[in-house]
């Protein structure tokens, strides 16, 4: 006969030091489990609530698709062709088109079709994946 891992005495004292908020760890040492083994238990009894995942994009940052409709609202061309572009070329085309726009209304639509004014660029991941890097052409600005 299997023999088991935690006692129904062991599981209610490790729930209850969890509510009364014992750390994981500090049960794990306590009653010699590992962390991940009492983790599992207090999942499968339903009381473990799993920390918040922290997000790496800053809050006062744009997200990419933003960036798109934006380049949208500015640009007389479909910009379906930028989702491999990196968020700091999006954004500089956007600036760019924006100041195409109010400093020359006629000309933009001409700057703006001109294909050698943007400068592309194939790399590649090291996952082997191709990935197109936008950026303006410096001496066409």
Not at 9 to 32: L, P
Not at 103 to 109: C, D, F, K, L, V
């Amino acid at each position: 006969m299997k023999t088991q891992n935690y006692t129904s005495e062991m599981t209610a004292q490790i729930i209850s030091d969890y509510e009364a908020g014992t750390t994981v760890e500090e049960i794990a040492e306590a009653i010699n489990k590992s962390v991940r083994s009492v983790r599992s238990k207090l999942v499968r009894e339903g009381v473990y609530v799993s920390k918040p995942k922290t997000t790496t994009r800053k809050a006062n940052e744009p997200t990419k698709k933003e960036l798109l409709i934006q380049l949208e609202a500015v640009a007389p061309f479909a910009v379906d062709g930028f989702m491999g572009a990196t968020k700091e070329t999006i954004n500089d085309r956007r600036a760019y088109m924006h100041t195409c726009r109010t400093r020359n209304p006629i000309a933009r639509s001409v700057r703006a079709l001109r294909p050698h004014v943007i400068k592309s660029k194939k790399t590649y991941s090291r996952k082997g994946k191709a990935k197109w890097k936008l950026s303006l052409n410096q001496k066409n600005r």
